[in-house]
């Protein structure tokens, strides 16, 4: 079955460090990946996806990911971790036309 | 950039009745909406996906006489829950497929959180 795995349930980071959220993906053919991060009691807002091109991918509020084939992984990083960033992180593939998610990863960042 | 709408985001309501949450796409048209319910704590799980002008397709184990979708214009796609029970109670969340050709993504409505007493 095409999926994507967040191995951990949790990443706890101190404001100013950089964070990592991993995703790893087992799909056939060439996958088309996204993280989306949910704030408390609200649906999801996008932040980046990889479709083809360079396997490091810009994206919104500072976030960006490496798509790396070999590893079959997709992590998500940021290179200075800010409170606000404190959120559940979703990993997702497209599957057909639908999206398919990853458990989730609570940040939890500290200042 | 492309905006979803949901209404409204929260509902509660009584045993035995139905209740109706609407997905609009504010800017951009939605042959495809997606209806996800999610438990606390966990992921989303995809309901059923909303096609405009037809019927819509129920994910395996989603019971489609309780859990009506209806995707009538290309805005707009309702789910109403029928004879709702507290184990329905739950957030749910709606998505429209924006773009074109192989590089097109989702964007999501602000979840409704229903509370059936």
């Known amino acids: 079955a095409q999926s994507v795995a967040q191995p951990e349930d949790q990443v706890n980071v101190a404001e100013g460090n950089p964070l990592t959220v991993k995703c790893t993906y087992s799909?056939?053919?060439?996958?088309?990946l996204f993280w989306y991060v949910q704030y408390p009691n609200r649906g999801l807002q996008f932040l980046l996806k990889y479709i083809t091109g360079d396997n490091l991918v810009k994206g919104s509020y500072g976030f960006e990911a490496e798509f790396n084939k070999s590893q079959t992984s997709f992590h998500l990083k940021k290179p200075s971790a800010l409170v606000s960033d404190s959120a559940l992180y979703f990993c997702a593939v497209r599957v057909g036309r639908k999206l398919v998610f990853g458990a989730g990863t609570i940040l939890r960042v500290k200042s | 950039g492309a905006v979803v709408s949901q209404h409204p985001s929260r509902v509660i309501c009584k045993s035995g009745t139905s209740v109706k949450i609407e997905c609009r796409s504010l800017?951009?048209?939605?042959?495809?909406m997606f209806w996800y319910r999610q438990f606390p704590k966990q992921s989303l799980m995809l309901m059923a996906t909303?096609?405009?002008?037809?019927?819509?397709?129920?994910e395996q184990g989603v019971e489609k006489d309780k859990f009506l979708i209806n995707h009538a214009s290309l805005t707009l796609s309702t789910l109403t829950v029928t004879s709702a029970h507290p184990e329905d109670s739950s957030f749910y969340i709606c998505?429209?497929?924006?773009?074109?050709?192989?590089?097109?993504?989702?964007?999501f409505g602000s979840g409704t959180r229903l509370t059936v007493v």
């Open positions: 998505s429209a497929r924006e773009g074109d050709g192989a590089n097109y993504g989702y964007t």
């Open positions: 800017d951009f048209q939605a042959t495809t």
């Open positions: 799909v056939s053919g060439n996958p088309y």
């Open positions: 909303s096609n405009e002008g037809s019927k819509a397709t129920y």
